[in-house]
């Protein structure tokens, strides 16, 4: 409004210029008097009448168009007819202008604010399918990756960069690649499951991984594209590997004492004990076998207890150099009988540990009677007892005299019924002491088990005990 | 027949025990084993009529030992039967040598076992008078 309007001075002049003629008019016919002035300012009024009545006209004009342009724009957005038109009706049109203009700000505001969510939308599921473990493609129907994630890039060479390079050049071979080449040759993608394993000979560990892929088409028509996720089973047949292992194993120690109890007891029941004595003996080997049957189990819901954490050990200050006494006495007869010395040489300083001491006299009955065990008649078994001020723990240790452990099989004692093959000549065992003990150690206190050997010397296994330990695991 | 000779090899002593006398009170001749290794050398030494043996033994597995039995020529013809803890699941080129005639799962019955060695030895010295 405030702009040169041409119109508007031409109507300014006109009116000026009317004043000066009915003026100089009235002058004429009245000469210079009072008459003569009224009719003048008579002139002037319905000259400044006429133009704010023109200029309210223009105004009027200038806002409608402005409205006008207001209800395209606003139209262009999509929804016309809606809120977003703008009308006079009822209104003033100022108002209008002014609702327009409002609503205009709004709806672009909204748009930036739907534009800049959409964006961050994006970037947030972008983010979240990186971070997936779990590979996922997208593929378009000539099988051009769109979309791969983190994890899915791991499927390709390091070199190679899987977006933009085929599918079919991903997954060469096996079930899942002969599915991929069929729905893309047909242009149907229907959800299916497929197991298949992908061999990865770049990486250093080059065995193959399990996967269970799922395709799923996006999208209705066949221009969509594809989406095709992984599932990493690799580490579910390992477990499932290890449990049958495990269960094959137990099965195996398990039938071995039984099939002996069997034997003894047909034997007997088909009178081929031919005198007391050999039935006697029948009888001592079947009790032999029904504790080592026992302690088997023992072992094994002991350490399965462990194992699914929901031992509840009973921690309390317990005195490592009294346990080893204790053991030591309880072992005197067994020792004894095998021509063995056992003694216990305990530090004379403060030896306790906050610790279950049934658990951890079960931890140092096994190692000393292992060591009775595997040593040779006339040999040595030594429990020492100590503190280690650096680590501040009670450190056990069973040394003996026996026949000394091989360096690989060493790495192994701890494992589930594992057995030292030049020990199986020499004793019977469940194959689950040691690893009972490890859990008892390492799990619920968590302390720390190993061993030392020199072959043809004798062993040492050892294990220490947090002095101040606080925090066992218990469920 | 009271004159056969059965090898019995386990590192279980009490299993070795029961076949042992079971088959004494039926006149077989026993010589006993506690590994693989060791049967292997009795067989040699011994030439056994029949071989019952476990299949988890240190040093040489029954299965190991069987193997070995194959491919000599002097021991290929003796039969061996495997006693397994392990249950089914045997491999199948094992289960496939020729000497292995059979395989029983522990726990066993020494009656049953007993039967089975002496069908072997019976066959075993039939085929020894074919030739």
Redesign the interface.
Known sequence: MTRFEPRLMIMCIGTAVTCSLGGALSIAVFGIDLRALLVVALVAAISAGGLNLMVRVRDRHVRRQLADRLDDAMRRFGDEGDAGTVTSCGKGEFNAVFDGIRLLHARLREESVARQVGTSRSEEVLSVLHSLTDPVFVFDRFGTIRLANTAAAELVPPSACPEGSDIRDVFREGPLAEQIGSDLAEGTFEARAIEFEHERPWMTTAEARVYDARTLHLGEDRAGSCLLALRDLTRERQISRMKSDFV?KA???L??????????L??LV?G?AEDEEARMQFLA?ML??TERLSSLVENMLNISRIEAGIVRPRLERSDLGEISDRVAQMLLPVASEKDISISVAAAPVDLHVEGDPTMLQEVVLNLATNAIKYTPSGGRVTISVDTDPLERSVLVAVSDTGLGIPLEARERVFEKFF?V??Y??MA?GTGLGLNLCRNIVESVHRGRIGVDSTMGEGSRFWFSIPMGFAGARAA | MSCARVLVAD?????V???S??FR?AGLEVIEA??GEEALDLARRMAPDAIVTDL?M??MTGSELASALASDPELASIPVMI?T???WGLDETIASLPNIRSVE???????AILSIVNGMIADSQGRKKAA
């Not at chain 1, 039938?255 to 003894?264: D, E, N, Q, W």
């Open positions: 094959s099965s195996h120690e039938r071995t004492p039984l099939a002996s109890i069997r034997g003894y047909e034997m088909d081929e080997s032999d076998d057995r093959p030049s199986e000549r019977q | 590192d279980e002593t009490h299993i025990q029961v076949l006398l079971k009170n506690s590994d988890q240190p040093f006693l803890a392990r249950g799962s522990k726990p066993f019955s020494p009656r």
